[in-house]
């Protein structure tokens, strides 16, 4: 059994907070090399962190505490711990932003969650499940950043067309899902409002799109095609949805 002043305790404290830091440099070494702003320092100080506060847990509770009067008293072994899984989500809370329909960082936010845990684990001396954890973690992410490269992902998009009223804007919808080289689209609603006395007509397509990446480079070259092809249509305009 270890004292509160026992170098015993200081040195294997000192040992797994050292693995606790690395694994959090690990893990925060990827989130860099992608740019992240959630990066090594962060998750290091949150595995380390982690580590620390799990190691008071345990001290708390094995060694006891003196106080004034004849008895020792003993601390809870969960209570600081079981704060770490809660408080750390404000951490990651922070690193999630949205911007327009899209939301970033929620990758890095579960980065920094999972710090948490492995530094937990080092706290508890499970340097093997902590190591393996770090190891498999680095790898799924490497995995599924490729994967995401690779899979089609639907993109929805709203087009307005405007047009002189002799333009058929049923040619366009059966332009737009025709056969294009970079990708496939599909109209999911179509309306067509046409205006004579003004000489107008304008359809409103509720386009999705399958793209290897989501975003909006390859609507762009549909409105682009689109405007080679009908120059009698006036103006386009594109919105995201979803």
């Not at 999630?96 to 492995?118: D, H, R, Y």
């Not at 909006?216 to 092809?229: C, G, P, R, T, V």
Request: neutral net charge.
């Amino acid at each position: 059994m270890y004292g509160l002043q026992d170098w015993g305790l200081y040195s294997e404290i000192l040992r797994r907070l050292l693995i606790a830091a690395a694994c959090g440099i690990a893990i925060g070494w990827e989130r860099d090399l992608h740019g992240r702003s959630a990066g090594l320092r962060t998750h290091m100080l949150v595995a380390l962190g982690s580590a620390m506060f799990t190691q008071l847990s345990l001290i708390t509770a094995i060694c006891p505490l003196p106080f004034v009067g004849s008895e020792n008293v003993h601390g809870d072994v969960c209570r600081i711990a079981a704060q770490i899984v809660s408080g750390i989500g404000f951490l990651g809370a922070g690193t999630i932003v949205k911007e327009g329909f899209t939301i970033k960082g929620l990758t890095t936010a579960a980065c920094l969650w999972f710090s948490a845990a492995v530094g937990m684990a080092c706290g508890v001396n499970q340097i093997m499940i902590a190591l393996t954890m770090t190891a498999g973690e680095l790898i799924l992410v490497f995995i599924g950043k490729w994967y995401e490269k690779k899979m089609n992902r639907i993109f929805p998009f709203h087009l307005k067309l405007e047009a002189d009223y002799s333009e058929d804007m049923h040619d366009v919808f059966k332009f737009i899902k025709g056969d294009h080289k970079y990708a496939h689209f599909t109209v999911a609603t179509l309306n067509i409002t046409a205006n004579q006395d003004a000489n107008l007509v304008t359809g409103d397509f509720y386009v999705e799109g399958r793209f290897h990446e989501s975003n909006a480079e390859h609507a762009f070259k549909l409105i682009k095609d689109i405007k080679e092809n009908y120059p009698k249509i006036k103006t386009i305009s594109f919105k995201r949805n979803g």
